[in-house]
């Protein structure tokens, strides 16, 4: 555990030293920002921070790849993935280790927007639920985006593929998972709307934790973990 937590710190360390991940922040913040206040302050509507909630994860397609990109792929560029390969550390723990350090770097991102309640509270009440199951819904998204970029990272050296093929792959079950299985028929249709990563955070922002949705997001990310945990073992006898 102590290992975990060391490699945990190096990780978030190596965030806040590391001009993409600023990047990657600035862009978060200043698209979720044009959100809210194009579409949380509509006149004759109420105010509400909903869509900005509900766009979020589309905004996380695009800057999850820049943040995550760099993870592994980076220590294999520079060398790196060799010492740590060789000090008392397993392919498990170092996984664990890059994923949390991020995650919690995205946490300090989440943060940020915690100024669009404060906001909203100056022109009425917010239904504290709703916020609190949405930042619970985002976090899930965060956690399994973060995990997938992980995994693609762990596969190549090159940043630049990492990052694409992280896109692609977020990009078909967040946008195009409803369209899909809108055009199948049967069990391929019940699949695919399963796999739909809007469908499942939808919930969330309605108000709504479901353990069902808790469970996919949880055993997803789980399961890119230990994919993650695969390729490095296979890298290290290669």
């Not at 979020?56 to 740590?84: H, K, N, Q």
Request: overall charge neutral.
């Amino acid at each position: 555990m102590n290992t975990v937590l060391t490699l945990t710190k190096r990780e978030l360390t190596a965030q806040f030293f590391s001009p993409i991940a600023y990047v990657v922040l600035v862009v978060f913040l200043v698209l979720s920002g044009i959100i809210f206040g194009m579409e949380s302050f509509k006149p004759g509507e109420e105010a509400s921070a909903r869509t900005v909630f509900a766009v979020v994860p589309y905004i996380l397609v695009l800057v999850a790849p820049l943040l995550t990109m760099r993870l592994l792929s980076d220590e294999f560029r520079t060398g790196t993935i060799e010492t740590l390969m060789t000090a008392p550390v397993n392919e498990a723990e170092l996984i664990l280790g890059k994923f949390l350090g991020s995650l919690l770097f995205f946490v300090v991102m989440l943060a940020g927007t915690l100024l669009y309640p404060l906001i909203m509270s100056l022109y009425g009440s917010i239904d504290v639920g709703l916020a609190l199951s949405s930042y619970i819904g985002l976090l899930l998204v965060g956690g399994l985006f973060i995990a997938v970029g992980l995994f693609f990272s762990a596969c190549t050296q090159n940043q630049i593929i990492a990052a694409i093929c992280t896109l692609a792959v977020l990009a078909v079950f967040t946008f195009l998972g409803d369209w899909l299985a809108s055009n199948q028929e049967g069990t391929l249709r019940v699949v695919l709307q399963h796999l739909s990563i809007r469908a499942h955070y939808e919930v969330f922002i309605r108000g709504l934790i479901d353990s069902n949705h808790v469970v996919f997001f949880v055993t997803s990310t789980a399961l890119f973990l230990f994919f993650g945990v695969k390729v490095l073992e296979f890298r290290r006898w290669r």
